[in-house]
């Protein structure tokens, strides 16, 4: 156990130099805009006094030092800045534009992994047949199309075409909690066969690696039946890199709804980032990168974790 | 009256290719019958493992295609369904690998990979399985059993997994046991346990055994009859004595007349270059002895308790520890040893490829251990290294030309176009054609390529050479001839040799002094006469017997193993190792005192 | 053997590399965009911003094979030319990111000590989701062509980083290294000579895929408003100035939105048949 929690330790560690260096990434970020960022946000009608305003507000007159002083303070205690334009915190903005973001992304995600792992092995165990070469391009093409575009021609078919689905929007305040979940289907469709599509090409690739391993040869020299070499043998093997690939993917979800979003008009952080760069509103920029970043951090420590379950290789 | 186990058939099979089936073994024909021990001989690309794998139907169904008949006890395998294949697999014949390293599957617990064998095959419940799983764990006398029923493959070492890969494949009791070169992955002594384990369990069975190996020292200690392969073909056949006794293909007396052999050097002095084989007829001319060293030349290299050691977080890998000896020109010195005793090691850091934590390395006189980068370049003529992997050692995307020519170009010895004139040279020193200057290394073989390395490392006309299992990875017949080019280039330049070997047949061969490394120690060092006729040292003598003898008339020879988990060189944060203390049995010749 | 130390698939000659079909086609698809883009002023029937009120959205036909836009301009045209923005700006990302990549991914592999502050970095810059990042740089340094190539360009600079670290990291032990180190090679003839000579497989597959995604980012920002500006036909810009006009007009998303699939398409066909030359276990079996 004191093993254990001394690796859990390390890691955490390691995840703090990162998250710390996450945090540095974003104040460089939104610093290197040339020329006066309150002027820029402001528009070319603010009167001097408007601008010499807001710099005092988001603190641009300190030193650059003490600014990152002040912005790593403010993070430490769970303060993300003031939104210019919404007129509220960062934290709050956010809080109230979480859900709709959290369930595409989750919904999505189950569909992938849906799609992406029972499609994925079979299509390796059944290497070279029809099967697999149609898998092999279906999978290409999926990843070649943009997903803003597949949202859109969903809109077209399933809800201007048939009405099946709201074309936009996430209802009203009041609206049901089913009635939300209605809206999200289409926009978690087409972010989900987008990742699928990668998750499936790699889950088949990891288990071709797998099955050209020794052990498989061992297993099949055992007597163990194909289901059993694949299922047993092979599949916890290959789970290794396709659980990284998932944790990966859920980062390029969250990048995938920043456009989805904006497609079906969901009120989420995606969408919320997006006016916020039109705005120039950069504390919610800032903000939302930050908490993004974070949770991917977050993730990675999760992926860790599980390898520590599947593989017992894993150092401790 | 014994019963015939396996009766191979007229076996051709083929690989699908882009153009079309290409048989790569033909017309085999061999039977093994109960208690009874089958080798199938040859070098690399010989078929042999192709001829294992066919057997137990384990080629890929859709590439692969056999021809003939496979009986298992008058039935015919390539007749028989997949199902009934399963029930065969692992229930009647057993099968071990060569690399018992990945044939474990990860992931799975010991006792878990064992026990499904059972359960497959014997209709057990996994806990009674489990059970029978640590009988066999203690019957292939893996220590603690019980402690370790319960670990994972990556815990244990070479040894002990090939130990797990036997109980599992002796699970369900065969009658036919299929080995695949099981030991060639392993140290010697480690080999020896498992062959010997081998032979009782066989014994006990009364198994057949197909063994399938490359070494000819391995055949004569274990097989009753012996298939000679090459390229596919089915050579030679027959009872092993008379194999090794009266060879009649041209090949297999040209292998035999290219094994290196333990105890053939008499009192020589010096090296004796292995005999020359006319491929043509197989015909050996006994190799002539090389010059000795004169005893007072002034040394070229000398390390002086050179230490080795990597921090690790669970403690200090002493790799190398408190080192000393040195080599003279035209001499060669081998460090011998085990995996993981630290000889590669001490080469390494001799070359400052790796940096020394304490001692000295003092090369022509000039002390390079803490040397800046100018003394170091300087120091990259005198020294250079040739590597164990034909394939890795050479840059797969320049010419070998370009390479050889790189060193001196770097070092600002030659020009352009002196340098080409020089490369030609070297290339027709190591045997090969000039003309050969502007390929790329994967137009040429193994052997071929080691030559190449050997050329680049004389451009710098360097003063001695560490040679790190330079002959190791290559085939008997090419090992034979790339350790002659080196003796003769030592002759000729007078040059040292660090010969780094795991390989004793070889090292007695090719060596003047000896050097026994153990867990980063040398144990014993001396002349070479003495450390093979007179060894003082326990782990030596264990060293020495434990190599196969390829004469089948002095089998058994070798003491019984001592089945024990290989020591590791890591220690825990702050170990202070001993001093040790060396006694001299004769002259030159020194061994450790216990401690 | 290692993905890095086999012989480059440019020294095999080009039929080998075409016998591999994905390659083929991806080759054949993406010489079509690439020809199309370059011969545009000549091949485009209509100038690209040509306005003809009249002949606003019109479907295809034979006058206009692709249809017109809210303005009437020739959405073929346009896309002809929208294909050389795009092409250029994925070209752009692919030549920053490359640089960037190969020589903060040789450093960390090579340098021991450079390591950990190098990778650590690269974990931190790819904690942010691409588009999100690109998006954050755009804004921060203002949206015009430079800033997207250049923001999209450091977006995927760790991707190639971390691949070119992990070969450089297999690399550095190999015998051919270590004997350039043991001959007292010069560091710099090292890292050109022997790393980064083989290294240019795994780059080039690399960096094929990340021309991919870059035409996908491109054509996101764009159609999100924050990226090239409109008045510039992208692809991304086109579909997003389409959008309106999605119920009556869909053939104003269809082209432009085809445009970037093939193009994709060709360029992952190109990149995994790449791979499958350069991977040896893949080869082996082939």
Redesign the interface.
């Known amino acids: 156990m004191v093993r254990i929690a001394q690796a859990l330790l390390k890691r955490l560690g390691g995840m703090a130099?990162?998250l710390a260096?996450?945090v540095?990434?974003?104040f460089v970020?939104?610093?290197?805009?040339?020329g006066d960022p309150a002027a820029?946000m402001l528009g070319s009608d603010a009167t001097p006094e408007d601008i010499a305003q807001l710099r005092t507000k988001m603190g641009l007159d300190a030193p650059l030092i003490a600014q990152y002083g002040q912005f790593v303070l403010g993070i430490l205690k769970g303060d993300l800045g003031q939104s210019i334009f919404l007129d509220q915190p960062v934290t709050t903005a956010l809080a109230a534009r979480a859900e709709p973001t959290f369930f595409l992304t989750l919904f999505s995600i189950l569909i992938a992994v849906a799609i992406a792992l029972p499609v994925g092995i079979f299509s390796a165990v059944k290497r070279g047949t029809l099967f697999d070469q149609v898998v092999v391009t279906l999978t290409?093409?999926a990843?070649?199309?943009?997903s803003?575009?597949l949202g859109?021609?969903l809109?077209?078919v399933f809800a201007?075409g048939q009405g099946w689905f709201p074309a936009s929007g996430y209802g009203g305040p009041d609206t049901s909690f089913l009635e939300r979940l209605h809206h999200l289907v289409l926009p978690a469709v087409a972010l989900g066969i987008v990742n699928s599509a990668l998750i499936t090409r790699f889950t088949r690739a990891a288990m071709l690696?797998v099955l050209?391993d020794d052990y498989v040869r061992t297993a099949r020299a055992k007597g163990a039946s194909e289901r059993r070499v694949i299922l047993k043998h092979a599949l916890k093997n290959a789970l290794i890199p396709i659980i990284t690939v998932i944790g990966l993917s859920i980062?390029?979800l969250?990048?995938?709804a920043?456009?989805t979003e904006?497609v079906f008009g969901l009120p989420g952080v995606g969408n919320l980032?997006?006016s916020?760069?039109?705005r120039?509103d950069?504390p919610v920029?800032?903000g939302?990168?930050l908490v993004?970043?974070?949770i991917?951090?977050l993730i990675?420590f999760i992926v860790d974790m599980l390898y520590i379950l599947v593989d017992p290789r894993v150092r401790l | 009256m014994t019963d015939t186990v396996l009766s191979v058939e007229n076996l051709t099979t083929s690989f699908k290719t882009?153009d079309g089936w290409r048989a790569v073994i033909r017309n085999i024909n061999l039977t093994v019958d109960a208690g009874e021990t089958v080798a199938i001989v040859g070098e690399s690309g010989s078929g042999k493992s192709v001829t294992a794998l066919s057997t137990m139907r384990l080629l890929p169904p859709g590439?692969a295609r056999c021809e003939g008949r496979i009986l298992l006890e008058g039935r015919d395998l390539l007749q028989a369904s997949e199902a009934e294949m399963r029930a065969v697999r692992g229930g009647v014949i057993g099968m071990i690998f060569q690399e018992p390293m990945t044939s474990l599957n990860p992931v799975f617990t010991i006792g878990n990979q064992i026990a499904e064998a059972l359960v497959l095959h014997r209709d057990l419940s996994w806990k009674a399985a489990e059970a029978e799983a640590l009988r066999l764990m203690e019957r292939v006398r893996i220590p603690a059993a019980k402690s370790r029923l319960h670990e994972y493959p990556h815990k244990f070492s070479g040894g002990m997994r090939q130990r797990v890969m036997i109980a599992m494949a002796l699970a369900c009791r065969p009658k036919l046991l299929i080995a695949d070169e099981p030991t060639t992955a392993l140290d010697v002594t480690v080999q020896a346990e498992i062959l010997h384990l081998l032979r009782e369990l066989q014994r006990e069975e009364n198994m057949g055994v197909l063994f399938i190996t490359h070494d000819m020292g391995v055949v004569a200690e274990v097989a009753d009859r012996t298939v000679v392969m090459f390229r596919g073909d089915m050579i030679e056949t027959g009872p092993t004595q008379e194999i090794f006794a009266a060879p009649k293909a041209i090949y297999t007396k040209a292998l035999l007349a290219s094994i290196p052999r333990l105890g053939t050097m008499g009192d020589a002095a010096a090296p004796r270059r292995f005999p020359d084989v006319d491929p043509a007829t197989g015909f050996a001319t006994d190799g002539r002895v090389t010059q000795p060293v004169s005893a007072d030349a002034k040394p070229i290299l000398t390390v002086d308790k050179l230490s080795v050691r990597f921090a690790l977080p669970q403690g200090q890998i002493h790799a190398v520890e408190d080192v000393s000896f040195d080599l003279r020109p035209g001499e060669t010195l081998s460090l011998v040893g085990e995996s993981g005793c630290g000889k590669s090691t001490t080469g390494r850091a001799i070359?400052r490829?790796v940096d020394p934590s304490a001692g000295s390395v003092v090369i022509d006189g000039q002390d390079v251990t803490k040397a800046g980068s100018g003394v170091?370049?300087a120091?990259?003529?005198t020294?250079?290294?040739i590597?164990?992997?034909p394939?890795?050692?050479?840059?797969?995307?320049?010419t070998i030309g370009s390479?050889i020519a790189?060193?001196m170009l770097?070092?600002g010895l030659l020009g352009r176009r002196e340098a080409k004139e020089r490369v030609a040279e070297l290339l027709e020193q190591v045997g090969l054609s000039g003309t050969m200057a502007g390929r790329?290394p994967?137009e040429f073989s193994g052997g071929q390529r080691q030559r190449i390395?050997i050329a680049?490392?004389l451009?710098?006309q360097p003063k001695f050479i560490v040679a790190d299992e330079a002959v190791s990875a290559l085939d008997v017949t090419v090992k034979a001839q790339v350790s002659n080019l080196l003796l003769d280039l030592q002759e000729k330049h007078r040059l040292a040799y660090l010969f780094i070997s795991h390989d004793m047949a070889v090292v007695e061969r090719v060596s003047h002094r000896v050097a026994v490394m153990f867990l980063g120690e040398i144990v014993e060092i001396g002349p070479r006469a003495a450390i093979f006729d007179n060894p003082q040292h326990a782990y030596t003598r264990r060293l020495i017997a434990a190599v196969p003898m390829p004469d089948p008339t002095r089998r058994g020879h070798q003491p019984p193993p001592l089945n024990e988990e290989i020591k590791s060189p890591l220690r825990p944060h702050g170990y202070v190792p001993p001093k040790r203390a060396y006694r001299e049995v004769s002259p030159g010749h020194f061994v450790q005192e216990a401690a | 053997?290692t993905t890095a130390?086999?012989?480059?698939p440019f020294?095999a000659s080009l039929r080998r590399l075409f016998r591999n079909r994905a390659i083929l086609f991806g080759a054949i698809i993406l010489a079509i965009v690439l020809l199309a883009a370059i011969l545009a002023p000549w091949i485009a029937p209509y100038a690209p911003n040509k306005l003809s009120i009249v002949n606003k959205l019109k479907a295809p036909s034979f006058a206009h094979v692709f249809g017109t836009d809210e303005f009437g301009r020739d959405i073929f045209s346009r896309a002809i030319f929208a294909g050389r923005i795009s092409l250029l700006v994925s070209l752009g990302v692919v030549s920053i990111s490359t640089v960037l990549g190969v020589l903060l991914g040789v450093t960390a592999g090579f340098f021991r000590k450079l390591d950990a502050p190098i990778s650590?970095?690269l974990?931190?810059?790819m904690?942010?989701?691409?588009?999100?990042?690109a998006?954050?740089?755009?804004?921060?340094?203002?949206p015009s062509l430079t800033t997207v190539i250049l923001a999209l360009g450091i977006t995927y600079a760790p991707r190639l980083a971390r691949i070119v670290r992990g070969s450089t990291l297999v690399l550095r032990e190999?015998?051919?290294i270590?004997?350039?180190?043991?001959?007292?090679?010069?560091t710099w003839?090292i890292l050109t000579?022997?790393v980064l000579?083989?290294l240019?497989s795994p780059i080039l597959v690399q960096a094929t895929f990340v021309f991919?995604s870059a035409m996908?980012a491109e054509?996101?920002l764009s159609?999100?408003?924050?990226g090239v500006s409109t008045d510039m036909p992208t692809w991304g810009t086109m579909?997003a100035s389409g959008?309106e006009y999605?119920?009556n007009a869909?053939w104003l998303?269809v082209f432009p939105?085809l445009a970037?699939?093939?193009s994709?398409?060709a360029l992952?066909?190109l990149g995994?048949g790449l791979r499958d030359l350069v991977d040896p276990?893949l080869a082996k079996?082939?």
Do not use: C
């Not at chain 1, 990843?143 to 943009?146: E, L, Y």
């Not at chain 2, 394939?391 to 320049?398: E, G, K, Y």
């Open positions: 130099i990162v260096l996450v540095t990434v974003v970020i939104v610093r290197v805009t040339p820029v290409m093409v990843a070649s199309v943009p803003f575009w859109l021609i809109i077209q201007v690696d050209g980062a390029m969250v990048a995938g920043v456009v904006t980032v997006v916020a760069v039109l120039r950069y920029i800032q939302a990168l993004v970043a974070a991917y951090v990675n | 882009a590439r070359m490829l170091l370049r120091m990259r003529r020294s250079q290294m590597f164990q992997d394939f890795a050692s050479l840059n797969p995307r320049i390479a790189e060193p770097a070092h790329h994967h390395s680049r490392a451009a710098l | 053997m130390s086999l012989p480059l020294t650590r970095l974990d931190a810059m904690s942010f989701p691409d588009i999100l990042l998006i954050a740089l755009v804004a921060a340094l203002g190999l015998p051919y270590e004997a350039a180190v043991a001959m007292g090679l010069p003839q000579r022997h000579l083989n240019a991919a996908l054509a996101s159609f999100l408003g924050v579909l959008r999605m119920n869909p998303m939105g970037i699939v093939f994709v398409l992952q066909l995994d276990r079996e082939s």
